[in-house]
């Protein structure tokens, strides 16, 4: 019987960093059959002049509510990924119980920028635990293949209540949570994720309730992933678990760990943290920092100013009515002190960087430097920011550039041993940032325009080292016998194409979106096209070809 599908003339990239070869690779009952010259099958897409590569893997995305109205995962679909693992930072959507579903949409909502209407008319809801979610997930199909970590936020709120927000955990308490963890995880989860971060703050501006447990119960909980013999522990590390505490707790649970993210900043801290990690890893530690190929800036307006509520002056006014911060940016004073303790901050705002972005009323000023804006009017630059807003609604938008934005430090650290390739945050932060287009952005402008890496080296940061680390099983390679989750790309044109703002989620809800790569011809899941010569078949495809993807 002839193969269903052979692609035909590219150039085969395998995914374990060996050279590519020129090849057939042909596909049947949506694993790979063979691969070698002059093979034939029941329909052949053309791959001359192009790379053909494992479908990518993005390890660190937030499409816990999306995957239910958006099957597609989109925009990742657009761009080669072909799995996708959700639940990062702690915030999954299950385990809940059905009076904190509001509870989880309000976090969602402070610290991912989801909107709490899209959330409650998108999700069904047909679930409280862990594997009932899985299995709403297979019941409805997916066109990528689906995974998530169970998180440590939601898990607190099932198990503690609204004490979750508020206190330590007894006990029992911890017992309970870690049951759940393990359950998850034997069901299929990738692992256990949570958060530490000073940054994240849940309802009414408090911290959220991962970053309210003490010490015991986070190894509790991760070695609960240790006890069930597979999966991994994902960390945005803070106070109680930094960064050198994770290289000191992970042979203990025996687990791989991974933490994000690693970026450049000003002054090169991160370069201690790279030799932290080459220490720890010869030392015998299995910690995998998250490293990204894009600088972190986000599109920021006053009435949500994300990145700036890591001073205590805004973080006071996230629980506080509309009316309440108008008033606060009208008042000179207010900003002044609020500029002196935004400056104190860890994270504090790097005003010599941050853009006007977004503007109806001031037209003129897109592009521009809010630090230049100002020094030509005489003021600072959360005054200009907060005088441009509140004449435009707070609807003004500003690009933050956090982090990540110095690109030869950037080349340095992809390069390093023992990072993986993550933060696409894809699903989270809509309005604010779009990161999805990551393994594009890689193939484009790191690979072709600077010479950062081999183009076989990034295929394999984002296929096979990531497989590994997560332990899919069969996939993020190309070889007889693996799943068909292929990625067939033009390496002279590859790039992510322009990022726009649309308004197709749920309860009208608008996103930024990246639909529009360059060089992406086709890509398969499961043996099955949903993209072909360019075009998106989605729409067109009447069965829905991703699963949840296994880990051994």
């Known amino acids: 019987m002839a193969p269903d599908i052979v692609i035909r003339g590219g150039t085969v990239i395998d995914g374990t960093g060996a050279p590519g070869r020129r090849a057939d690779v042909a596909i049947a009952g949506g694993r790979i059959r063979e691969i070698g010259e002059g093979l034939s099958g029941d329909r052949v897409l053309e791959a001359d002049g192009h790379v053909v590569t494992p479908g990518f893997i993005d390890l660190h995305t937030h499409y816990d509510a999306q995957v239910f109205w958006d099957p597609a995962l989109s925009p990742s679909c657009y761009h080669g990924v072909t799995t996708v693992v959700g639940g990062n930072c702690g915030f999954s959507i299950a385990p809940t119980r059905p009076e904190h579903r509001d509870v989880i949409a309000r976090t969602l909502e402070n610290v991912e920028d989801m909107d709490v209407a899209a959330l409650h008319a998108g999700i ?42 508020e206190r330590a955990a007894t006990n029992d308490e911890i017992e309970h949570m870690a049951r759940l963890v393990r359950e998850a995880v034997e069901a299929g989860s990738v692992g256990f994720a949570t958060s530490f971060a000073p940054t994240h703050l849940g309802v ?62 000003p002054g090169q801290r991160h370069r201690g943290l790279v030799e932290v990690n080459e220490r720890g890893w010869a030392s015998g530690a299995q910690v995998w920092p998250q490293v990204s190929p894009r600088p972190l800036s986000l599109q920021i307006t006053m009435g949500d100013p994300f990145v700036l509520n890591v001073g205590s002056m ?8 509309e009316i309440t ?49 100002a020094a030509e009017r005489g003021v600072a630059p959360l005054d200009l920011m907060c005088e441009l807003s509140l004449q435009e609604d707070l609807k003004t938008r500003f690009r933050v550039y956090v982090a990540n934005d110095d690109t030869e430090e950037v080349d340095w650290l992809l390069t390093r041993e023992h ?34 890496m081999p183009i076989e080296q990034a295929v394999r940061k984002l296929s096979g080292e990531v497989a590994d680390l997560l332990g899919l099983v069969d996939r993020g390679y190309l070889r007889v016998g693996a799943c068909a989750d292929v990625a067939v790309i033009d390496p002279s044109r590859v790039a992510p194409g322009p990022i726009r703002r649309v308004r197709d989620f749920p309860a009208n809800s608008e996103r930024l979106t990246a639909d529009a790569p360059a060089g992406v011809a086709h890509v398969l899941v499961n043996g099955v096209p949903i993209r072909e010569n360019g075009r998106d078949l989605t729409p067109e495809l009447e069965q829905r070809p991703g699963t949840i993807a296994e880990i051994a």
């Open 314 to 321: 805004f973080a006071a006014l996230m629980s506080e009515p």
């Open 124 to 165: 069904p809801w047909d679930f409280e635990s862990f594997p009932e979610y899985l299995g709403s997930i297979r019941r409805r199909g997916t066109y990528l293949n689906y995974n998530a970590y169970i998180g440590h936020t939601a898990v607190r709120l099932f198990a503690m209540g609204d004490d979750a927000y």
């Open 419 to 452: 990072v993986v390739l993550g933060l696409s945050d894809a699903g989270a932060h809509v309005g604010q940032l779009c990161d999805a287009p990551q393994a594009t952005d890689l193939l484009g402008s790191r690979v072709r325009e600077r010479g950062t």
């Open 325 to 373: 911060r108008r008033a606060a940016y009208a008042d000179p004073e207010w900003r002044r002190r609020a500029t002196e303790d935004l400056d104190k901050a860890s994270m504090r705002p790097r005003w010599d960087v941050i853009e006007i972005s977004e503007t109806d009323r001031f037209p003129e000023l897109i592009g521009r430097r809010v630090a230049d804006v």
């Open 204 to 265: 009414d501006g408090k911290p959220i309730p991962s970053r309210l447990c003490e010490l015991r119960e986070f190894e509790a909980l991760a070695q609960a992933v240790g006890a069930a013999g597979r999966g991994i522990v994902h960390v945005a590390p803070g106070e109680l678990v930094s960064i050198p505490d994770l290289y000191e707790l992970q042979p203990r649970v025996g687990r791989p760990f991974t933490y994000g993210a690693l970026l450049t900043f």
